[in-house]
């Protein structure tokens, strides 16, 4: 099968973005949005300034275009993740104003939803995740994989997270087969503060499976 990337989202500290960097993540997420793993929009340089080479992804939820627009640029990121209810116009916008991919995050079912899969195909990245603190398990996961799957062989560049750490890694980039997978909290030893021993084995999991 074909190389399965990764993802690593929630940095919050140079050392851990030159943690991640080193250790094989191709993807590195910085969080713009409301969440315990917020970066304040004027320390984003220090954590570019970490690895220049690294492909920083900034992650909005229903930022107002312009202050996205300037983040972006003033952080120099690579890529932009719309986490919110982003409409197909506003993926476009971005796409435009900003000049870099988009990855536009959805949850479990809602691509039946025209509006987000209008959204969903004007990004050039789909990712299937998780509803923050709503119910997880096993069948939900399931759910989530199964329609992550079904992307994958419609030809979509899928990003797949949920939940994901060391010990599923392996299995979500055999049977998912994604471009990417993404984990945050599955990698930590605190909210924001990653684990070395542990962002190391997901990247080794991952290759696992793919081999």
Same mark, same amino acid.
């Given at each position: 099968m074909n190389r399965v990337l990764v993802k690593i989202c929630g940095l919050t500290t140079p050392d851990d973005v030159r943690l991640c960097h080193a250790a094989g993540a191709r993807y590195l997420g910085v969080i713009l949005a409301p969440s315990p793993r917020r970066v304040a929009p004027d320390d984003v340089k220090l954590l570019r300034d970490a690895a220049p080479e690294a492909l920083l992804v900034g992650v909005f939820a229903d930022a107002p275009l312009p202050s996205l627009v300037l983040a972006v640029e003033h952080a120099g990121f690579d890529l932009v993740q719309l986490h919110g209810s982003e409409d197909a116009a506003t993926v476009l916008a971005v796409r435009e104003r900003c000049g870099v991919p988009v990855i536009k995050a959805v949850r479990p079912g809602e691509l039946a939803d025209p509006a987000v899969a209008a959204a969903a195909a004007a990004a050039e990245f789909v990712l +299937? =995740?998780?509803?923050?603190?709503?119910?997880?398990?096993?069948?939900?996961? *399931?759910? $989530?994989?199964?329609?992550?799957? *079904?992307?994958?062989?419609? #030809?979509?560049?899928?990003? $797949?997270?949920?939940?994901?750490?060391?010990? =599923?890694?392996?299995? *979500?980039?055999?049977?998912? #087969?994604?471009?990417? $997978? =993404?984990?945050?909290? #599955?990698?930590?030893?605190?909210?924001?503060?990653? =684990?070395?021993? *542990?962002?190391? %084995? +997901?990247?080794?999991?991952? %290759?696992?499976?793919?081999?």
């Amino acid at each position: 099968m074909n190389r399965v990337l990764v993802k690593i989202c929630g940095l919050t500290t140079p050392d851990d973005v030159r943690l991640c960097h080193a250790a094989g993540a191709r993807y590195l997420g910085v969080i713009l949005a409301p969440s315990p793993r917020r970066v304040a929009p004027d320390d984003v340089k220090l954590l570019r300034d970490a690895a220049p080479e690294a492909l920083l992804v900034g992650v909005f939820a229903d930022a107002p275009l312009p202050s996205l627009v300037l983040a972006v640029e003033h952080a120099g990121f690579d890529l932009v993740q719309l986490h919110g209810s982003e409409d197909a116009a506003t993926v476009l916008a971005v796409r435009e104003r900003c000049g870099v991919p988009v990855i536009k995050a959805v949850r479990p079912g809602e691509l039946a939803d025209p509006a987000v899969a209008a959204a969903a195909a004007a990004a050039e990245f789909v990712l +299937f =995740d998780l509803p923050k603190g709503g119910p997880g398990g096993p069948p939900r996961r *399931a759910g $989530l994989w199964e329609e992550a799957a *079904a992307a994958v062989r419609a #030809g979509r560049r899928v990003l $797949l997270g949920g939940g994901l750490s060391p010990a =599923d890694a392996a299995e *979500a980039a055999r049977v998912v #087969g994604p471009h990417a $997978l =993404d984990v945050a909290s #599955g990698v930590e030893a605190a909210p924001g503060r990653k =684990d070395p021993a *542990a962002v190391r %084995a +997901f990247i080794e999991e991952v %290759a696992r499976g793919c081999s």
